[in-house]
T-cell receptor, first 113, second 115 residues
Framework: GQQVMQIPQYQHVQEGEDFTTYCNSS?????IQWYKQRPGGHPVFLIQ?????EVKKQKRLTFQFGEAKKNSSLHITATQTTDVGTYFC?????????????FGQGTILTVHP | KAGVTQTPRYLIKTRGQQVTLSCSPI?????VSWYQQTPGQGLQFLFE???????NKGNFPGRFSGRQFSNSRSEMNVSTLELGDSALYLC??????????????FGPGTRLTVL
């Protein structure tokens, strides 16, 4: 089945610095979703990207889907301590892959005040 | 609209026992998916139910099973517990129309510890 590699595994930043996490696939993706999980919490849906080259913004968060639909990134500008958590990309292969999300390994973000 | 609820939130069992976890989806959602989250393996898909039928299944042994009721509530059962079953078990609900663009909404999870 389809898989995604997510890097980096860990990222430590000072508050105010930027942060980026990347997801890469060897196959073309129909869509990609991003989730955030706070420490001790559960994954919370952030956004879904479907179109080639798509860019979406949510305040300080910018999500991109590659032109070839094989990679995606999440960029946070000027991190805050509230950004702490694990960021996951996830894909649904579509078709008969009902309800099945394949998650990347996640990037654990630590923000030092 | 109320979110996804899971009960119990925490559970401690011993090896060999069995356990049943419950999930109530968001009102109107007909699909419930179950995931296991561990530090080593990350988030792994267990199975998905829609209209009381299992539509999709991950690569877990037969000790892991589930069901869905007519009101879309779902349960998962793990029999003959092993130490390696210690994990956070998450359920997620969605409308269930498939096509790959369904957004999943996760519950708070059940933390299972097997001693």
């Amino acid at each position: 089945g389809q898989q995604v590699m997510q890097i980096p595994q860990y990222q430590h930043v000072q508050e105010g610095e930027d942060f980026t996490t990347y997801c890469n696939s060897s196959t073309t993706l129909s869509n990609i979703q991003w989730y955030k999980q706070r420490p001790g919490g559960h994954p919370v849906f952030l956004i879904q990207l479907v179109k080639s080259g798509e860019v979406k913004k949510q305040k300080r968060l910018t999500f991109q889907f590659g032109e070839a639909k094989k990679n995606s990134s999440l960029h946070i500008t000027a991190t805050q301590t509230t950004d702490v958590g694990t960021y996951f990309c996830a894909l649904n292969a579509g078709g008969t892959s009902y309800g099945k999300l394949t998650f990347g390994q996640g990037t654990i973000l630590t923000v030092h005040p | 609209k109320a979110g996804v609820t899971q009960t119990p939130r925490y559970l401690i069992k011993t090896r060999g026992q069995q356990v049943t976890l419950s999930c109530s989806p968001i009102s109107g959602h007909r699909s419930v998916s179950w995931y296991q989250q561990t530090p080593g393996q990350g988030l792994q898909f267990l199975f998905e139910y829609f209209s009381e039928t299992q539509r999709n299944k991950g690569n877990f042994p037969g000790r892991f099973s589930g069901r869905q009721f007519s009101n879309s509530r779902s349960e998962m059962n793990v029999s003959t517990l092993e130490l390696g079953d210690s994990a956070l078990y998450l359920c997620a609900s969605s409308l269930g129309y498939g096509g790959g663009t369904d957004t999943q909404y996760f519950g708070p999870g059940t933390r299972l510890t097997v001693l």
